[in-house]
């Protein structure tokens, strides 16, 4: 059974920074790749930055050079180094881990909530 918990969150100024850690267990050797979703109210759940097993990254162009996605294999750990928050940054934030070649995959964290205020 493969787990994923979200360390991290929290309430940050605009203009601040935070850092996201997910912890994963499990099956873990599995893993193709390592992302990080976010869903505001009444938006859709999207891809916020990715990691592959051989070190790709992939990034929103919301976010490209103020977040950045690294990954801790002795440790089973992804982080999201985010930086020069703004208040729409502000969403529940989740942790994904796929098997295969595309995003989302199956297995998600719990959320942890991101509030940026303005």
């Known amino acids: 059974q493969v787990q994923l918990v979200e360390s991290g969150g929290g309430l940050v100024q605009a203009g601040g920074s935070l850092r996201l850690s997910c912890a994963a267990s499990?099956?873990?050797?599995?893993?193709?790749?390592l992302g990080w979703y976010r869903q505001a109210p009444g938006n859709q759940r999207e891809l916020v930055a990715g990691i592959s097993s051989g070190g790709s990254t992939y990034y929103a162009d919301s976010v490209k050079g103020r977040f950045t996605i690294s990954r801790d294999n002795g440790k089973n750990t992804v982080l999201l180094q985010m930086n020069s928050l703004k208040p729409e940054d502000t969403a529940v934030y989740y942790c994904?881990?796929?098997?295969?070649?595309?995003?989302?995959?199956?297995?998600w964290g719990q959320g942890t909530q991101v509030t940026v205020s303005s």
């Open positions: 994904n881990a796929r098997q295969r070649s595309t995003w989302p995959g199956k297995y």
């Open positions: 499990g099956r873990i050797f599995s893993f193709n790749g």
